[in-house]
């Protein structure tokens, strides 16, 4: 079966049999549309034979599923496939998911394996992946790096992820040193999304997308929350994941062989 997350910076795809992941792709949103769309009547439709997958069983999710036509999959809504991906890889049933991606996050709170509210930040880069690599290339730094920088944040009062890079450079200006903006960098990122993570509260938070790969953001959340953080096996292919997941669910309740079962 094949899962895809059409994300508006990055689509991944997985190939997934017998509970395990045999196969799985990253591209570039852009490229990917240019290289494997095609245009019929007027609709971007996905060229299965060039991207060279099978056409069976395929549950799609993203952004971009309202921008490509992918004939003969099955799509379901981001929250869903967040919840179910998250609640597969943690085996957790009860916890908030904060989904960092590059263009939005997301915070949805999950009971009993189910999501009962979500909330989104999807109107500006500010509280995204986009924010965190437009701040690391003004401080001349590595994602890597940043991520490494949590103690004595600088005080950065912009939330926008473009006029955060005028207060970045007034700041260096300042004589402030690039540990302290670095871990100003990731507090304000953090502030960008306590609300949401204090509105839908779970003792447990567990992270995915590629914020999740962010350890002093991580640091700054237990720090300020008290709360477990927690982070999945494949926090970039959780949407994909989740698609696969839910492939399987609908078989069993179908009954139909899962690919894979043994007899």
Not at 130 to 135: G, L, V
């Amino acid at each position: 079966m094949i899962g895809i997350d059409l994300g508006s910076r990055n689509v991944k795809v997985i190939r997934f049999e017998a509970g395990k992941i045999i196969e799985q792709r990253v591209y570039d949103t852009i490229e990917f549309y240019r290289h494997y769309g095609k245009n019929i009547n007027n609709r971007l439709q996905l060229d299965w034979e060039l991207l060279q997958l099978p056409r069976e069983d395929i549950v799609a999710t993203g952004y971009g599923k309202i921008t490509i036509e992918l004939e003969g999959a099955v799509q379901i809504p981001e929250i869903q496939a967040h919840s179910i991906g998250a609640v597969y890889q943690s085996g957790i049933d009860d916890f908030t998911l904060l989904d960092i991606g590059g263009q939005d996050t997301k915070v949805i709170k999950i009971r009993k394996s189910r999501p009962v509210d979500f909330m989104t930040n999807d109107r500006c880069a500010a509280s995204s992946g986009r924010y965190m690599e437009n701040m690391a290339a003004v401080l001349g730094i590595s994602l890597q790096e940043l991520a490494t920088y949590s103690e004595e944040p600088v005080e950065l009062s912009s939330t926008c992820a473009i006029f955060g890079e005028t207060e970045i450079i007034a700041r260096i200006v300042e004589g402030c040193s690039l540990e302290r903006l670095a871990a100003g960098v990731n507090y304000a990122l953090y502030k960008r999304f306590s609300t949401m993570l204090n509105k839908l509260h779970s003792d447990i938070i567990i992270m995915s997308g590629g914020g999740s790969l962010n350890q002093a953001l991580k640091d700054i959340i237990v720090r300020e929350t008290g709360r477990q953080v927690m982070e999945l096996a494949e926090p970039l292919f959780n949407g994909a994941l989740g698609c696969c997941a839910y492939s399987e669910d609908m078989m069993r309740e179908t009954g139909k062989e899962v690919p894979g079962t043994p007899d």
